[in-house]
C-alpha cells in the first residue's frame, strides 16, 4: 500500500513537473510565492513545499542542461559540414545565452511587459542576424531559436522576419 502512494506521488510530481516546466512561472526568492502546482503537491502528499520545489527547479535545471548541450552538438555539426563557422558558432551561443537571460529577467514583467520585450528583440533578430551573416533558414537548419527563443507556431520565424 505504501509503495503504491509513492508510485502515484513521483508519477503525479513527474506530470506536475513537466506541466510546470511549460508554465514559466517562476518563484521570486525574496517573496518565497510558489506556483499553484508546488502548493497542491506539497499539500496532497503531506511534502515540505521547498522540498517539492527544489524537485521542480533540479528538473528544469537538468532540462536546460540538455537542451544546451543538443545546442552546442548541432551547431559542432554544422561547422564541420560548413553550415556555419566557428564565429557564427560563438555568435549563436552568445545569443542563446542572452536570450536565456532575458526570458529569465522578464519572468516577473507583467504579460503587456513582456510582449513589449520580445517585440523588441524580434526587431533587433533581423540586425543581428546581419551582422553575423546569418539566414533564418541557417537558423532554422540547426535548430536555434525553438522552444521559446525566436520561433513561433505555425512554422514561421518569430523573429518578426518571412
Do not use: C
Amino acid at each position: 500500500m505504501m509503495n503504491k502512494k509513492l508510485i502515484v506521488g513521483l508519477g503525479a510530481l513527474t506530470v506536475a513537473g513537466i506541466a510546470f516546466l511549460y508554465t514559466g512561472r517562476t518563484v521570486s526568492a525574496a517573496d518565497q510565492t510558489y506556483p499553484p502546482i508546488v502548493e497542491r503537491l506539497a499539500q496532497r502528499f503531506g511534502l515540505n513545499i521547498s522540498d517539492v520545489r527544489k524537485v521542480f527547479d533540479d528538473e528544469r535545471s537538468a532540462r536546460q542542461v540538455q537542451m544546451r548541450t543538443q545546442l552546442q552538438q548541432r551547431l559542432d555539426s554544422a561547422v564541420s559540414a560548413g553550415t556555419i563557422t566557428e564565429a557564427q558558432k560563438s555568435a549563436i551561443l552568445t545569443k542563446h545565452d542572452e536570450m536565456k537571460s532575458d526570458m529569465e529577467n522578464w519572468r516577473s514583467l507583467s504579460e503587456e511587459e513582456r510582449i513589449q520585450k520580445m517585440e523588441e528583440r524580434r526587431n533587433g533578430m533581423e540586425d543581428w542576424m546581419k551582422a553575423n551573416n546569418l539566414s533564418i533558414d541557417v537558423l532554422r537548419q540547426i535548430g536555434f531559436g525553438h522552444r521559446g527563443f525566436g520561433f513561433g507556431p505555425g512554422n514561421h520565424a518569430g523573429f518578426g522576419l518571412k
